[in-house]
């Protein structure tokens, strides 16, 4: 065989072979033994074996054969992977269509069609296609940056390397497919025998079972065990985005990719009820495992006019089932102080297997609580793994009281400090009002070297508590004036450790804005309203001289938020520990320098698709040049520059009378 009959027989080779793989692993309909599947095979290894500059990464022979990794690189998801707020009663979901309603300004008794999806238990990932060849993926991570794993992916014979065309859906030029990988139940018994045969730990859930194979360094272990996906979602699209839900699931199967056949479109809130009633009673009849169902809204104009608020998408909700439950006892019932000062209470129990993971704490949240809940020390109590994740006290058990049980009495002061508390007004939570607290310093100190603010490696709760014993330390600032002498001080604690660990704090103070605002330990601040903040702002300064007004008209931010913000930086030892932070020459900024501009001080907001840039490049480029940027329309908006297939936010921005811009006017704009 020549070179070029090789190459015309190894892409019909190649078409085969993908297209059985799709009929098997996505619509489980094979057409040939596996035999004959085996012998296609062979054929395409010879072929690649005699002409080894044939092999393409798209090849079904590279799904497996990956060098294992030392660790895996980090991915930045052009568009970040949101969670979902949860609803755990029939009465929270209808109140979430009521709030979809009202945003939307629709009468109370209109229907608005949702897509309900069941909430598979597994790990969420993240497919780029570019031009229909799958190029990378990632898990979620925190949702803005994930771990690659895109060698371990390509193991999973359920995701093409290739889309089929279709020409009622093209596909984009790049595309982001969200999904999530999981394992069945016959395929964790299986790999947990093999494990006891080797003497190994066995896996105690389907979800701990895929995440860990799904993150092996070796893609042959990963390739071993027989994960499959259902993609639900997308992510960036560069190219002809989508007009419903709906339409976005068929495309995805027309493009052969595996969609979980037990979606449904529901005309109103009622059908969704209906259905999660309907899933409910298969849930334990399903090879896989699964904690709840999704539901969004399935016009895509909508959704986009209900936008985001923090972490969450306002046009989605996670509806929870009641978690599996065990019956044990409260052996006692302590107070923990967090970084911000409340007081939580934290059941100790007989320790009891919930679900394969053995339980013995949980946290009872605050003293409304556990008065609501009627709980004492000593009582029977049902206890789940809310979200099958979270220890969670669903109630104890009257008829088992003895009368030797003892009521729970929040303590009227600090456990740690012996200082005041106090419980303000509307609030749940009881609070330690001492600043200097023992407590909320180690807490804050904690939250500041943790992985995802500051990242100091070697500082964990054990060195942090010693420093403050030793009054080496009294804010996270103080951690950039140790020496490898003070860290010689602490218990085990030798020349090298205290020497890398000084480089490790040192190293910090190259950080990013985002990682220093949310290691600031700003209440409601998490690390994607953090995000928000320093692209919104693009320094610190900046953002600390911001008012309350300013930072609740960002998308993203609502006025709980802003207040806690505005707050925090008001607040005089909070501006000593960051005058001291910058001291030590941390003071990272997004931007260099701000040009002056037309835009220079005007709320800007980008829609529809730009031909010469992505959208998040487009803002970037409008805050260097004095913009603010937003996420949605309104009376404060001064520009709206709309690309092309604009949808609900140029109608808005034409009844409202906002400018609006081309593209080309935009960049004129600039130029001049």
């Known amino acids: 065989?020549?070179?070029?009959?090789?190459?015309?027989?190894?892409?019909?080779?190649?078409?085969?072979?993908?297209?059985?793989?799709?009929?098997?692993?996505?619509?489980?309909?094979?057409?040939?033994?596996?035999?004959?599947?085996?012998?296609?095979?062979?054929?395409?290894?010879?072929?690649?074996?005699?002409?080894?500059?044939?092999?393409?990464?798209?090849?079904?022979?590279?799904?497996?054969?990956?060098?294992?990794?030392?660790?895996?690189?980090?991915?930045?998801?052009?568009?970040?992977?949101?969670?979902?707020?949860?609803?755990?009663?029939?009465?929270?979901?209808?109140?979430?269509?009521?709030?979809?309603?009202?945003?939307?300004?629709?009468?109370?008794?209109?229907?608005?069609?949702?897509?309900?999806?069941?909430?598979?238990?597994?790990?969420?990932?993240?497919?780029?296609?570019?031009?229909?060849?799958?190029?990378?993926?990632?898990?979620?991570?925190?949702?803005?940056?994930?771990?690659?794993?895109?060698?371990?992916?390509?193991?999973?014979?359920?995701?093409?390397?290739?889309?089929?065309?279709?020409?009622?859906?093209?596909?984009?030029?790049?595309?982001?497919?969200?999904?999530?990988?999981?394992?069945?139940?016959?395929?964790?018994?299986?790999?947990?025998?093999?494990?006891?045969?080797?003497?190994?730990?066995?896996?105690?859930?389907?979800?701990?079972?895929?995440?860990?194979?799904?993150?092996?360094?070796?893609?042959?272990?990963?390739?071993?065990?027989?994960?499959?996906?259902?993609?639900?979602?997308?992510?960036?699209?560069?190219?002809?985005?989508?007009?419903?839900?709906?339409?976005?699931?068929?495309?995805?199967?027309?493009?052969?990719?595996?969609?979980?056949?037990?979606?449904?479109?529901?005309?109103?809130?009622?059908?969704?009820?209906?259905?999660?009633?309907?899933?409910?009673?298969?849930?334990?009849?399903?090879?896989?495992?699964?904690?709840?169902?999704?539901?969004?809204?399935?016009?895509?104009?909508?959704?986009?006019?209900?936008?985001?608020?923090?972490?969450?998408?306002?046009?989605?909700?996670?509806?929870?089932?009641?978690?599996?439950?065990?019956?044990?006892?409260?052996?006692?019932?302590?107070?923990?102080?967090?970084?911000?000062?409340?007081?939580?209470?934290?059941?100790?129990?007989?320790?009891?297997?919930?679900?394969?993971?053995?339980?013995?704490?949980?946290?009872?949240?605050?003293?409304?609580?556990?008065?609501?809940?009627?709980?004492?020390?000593g009582d029977t109590v049902v206890i789940q793994r809310a979200g099958d994740v979270i220890p969670e006290v669903v109630q104890p058990i009257l008829e088992k009281r003895t009368g030797q049980e003892i009521e729970f009495v929040m303590p009227d002061e600090c456990p740690v400090c012996s200082g005041a508390v106090e419980k303000p007004e509307g609030e749940a939570v009881t609070r330690c009002v001492n600043i200097a607290c023992p407590a909320q310093t180690l807490g804050r100190i904690i939250h500041f070297a943790s992985r995802n603010a500051m990242n100091i490696e070697g500082v964990g709760p054990a060195q942090i508590e010693q420093l403050i014993n030793r009054n080496l330390i009294h804010d996270p600032a103080d951690l950039y004036t140790l020496k490898i002498e003070d860290m010689l001080r602490l218990d085990r604690m030798g020349d090298k450790l205290a020497s890398n660990i000084i480089s490790a704090i040192n190293k910090s103070k190259n950080t990013t804005l985002p990682r220093l605002i949310y290691g600031l330990g700003i209440r409601h601040v998490g690390e994607h309203v953090a995000r928000i903040l320093a692209n919104h702002y693009g320094s610190l300064d900046a953002l600390m001289v911001s008012t309350e007004e300013e930072l609740s008209m960002i998308d993203g931010i609502g006025p709980i938020i802003a207040k806690s913000i505005k707050m925090f930086f008001e607040d005089e030892h909070n501006k000593h520990v960051i005058s001291k932070i910058k001291n030590a020459g941390i003071n990272p900024q997004l931007t260099v320098s701000v040009k002056e501009s037309p835009f220079t001080g005007k709320t800007v907001v980008f829609t529809g698709t730009l031909k010469s840039l992505t959208r998040e490049e487009a803002e970037a480029k409008a805050r260097l040049f004095g913009a603010k940027t937003a996420g949605s329309v309104s009376r404060n908006t001064d520009y709206v520059i709309a690309g092309e297939k604009a949808g609900s936010k140029l109608n808005k921005a034409r009844q409202l009378g906002v400018n609006v811009l081309t593209e080309d006017e935009f960049f004129n704009l600039l130029n001049e």
Not at 93 to 99: C, E, G, I, P, Y
Not at 117 to 123: F, N, Q
């Open 1 to 377: 065989m020549n070179l070029q009959s090789a190459q015309k027989r190894l892409e019909e080779l190649k078409l085969e072979i993908n297209e059985h793989n799709y009929r098997y692993y996505v619509l489980n309909q094979p057409i040939i033994s596996d035999a004959q599947y085996d012998l296609l095979m062979r054929e395409l290894i010879d072929i690649e074996t005699s002409f080894p500059n044939l092999i393409t990464t798209d090849s079904p022979t590279q799904r497996v054969g990956a060098t294992p990794l030392t660790a895996f690189d980090t991915y930045s998801h052009r568009q970040p992977m949101l969670s979902l707020s949860n609803a755990v009663t029939i009465e929270e979901l209808s109140a979430f269509d009521q709030r979809i309603k009202r945003m939307l300004n629709k009468p109370i008794d209109s229907n608005i069609e949702y897509i309900a999806e069941l909430k598979i238990d597994g790990l969420a990932v993240s497919l780029t296609y570019i031009d229909g060849k799958f190029v990378s993926g990632a898990t979620r991570g925190d949702g803005a940056t994930g771990e690659d794993i895109t060698s371990n992916l390509k193991t999973i014979k359920s995701i093409p390397m290739i889309l089929r065309e279709n020409s009622q859906y093209p596909i984009p030029h790049l595309i982001e497919i969200r999904g999530e990988v999981f394992m069945t139940h016959d395929e964790l018994r299986r790999i947990n025998a093999e494990r006891i045969d080797k003497n190994e730990q066995t896996f105690a859930n389907l979800r701990n079972a895929a995440a860990g194979s799904l993150r092996q360094l070796d893609p042959t272990i990963t390739a071993s065990r027989k994960l499959d996906v259902f993609l639900y979602a997308s992510g960036y699209i560069d190219g002809e985005g989508f007009d419903t839900h709906l339409h976005m699931l068929d495309a995805f199967k027309s493009w052969g990719l595996k969609v979980n056949p037990r979606s449904q479109l529901c005309q109103n809130i009622g059908g969704v009820k209906v259905y999660i009633e309907s899933a409910g009673n298969v849930r334990n009849n399903l090879s896989y495992d699964i904690d709840g169902v999704v539901v969004k809204v399935n016009s895509i104009d909508m959704q986009e006019q209900l936008g985001y608020v923090a972490r969450s998408p306002r046009w989605a909700i996670a509806f929870k089932y009641p978690a599996m439950q065990e019956t044990t006892v409260i052996k006692d019932i302590i107070v923990q102080v967090g970084r911000t000062g409340a007081l939580t209470p934290v059941a100790i129990m007989e320790p009891v297997v919930v679900g394969g993971v053995t339980v013995s704490r949980a946290t009872l949240h605050n003293e409304d609580e556990i008065i609501r809940k009627d709980i004492c020390i």
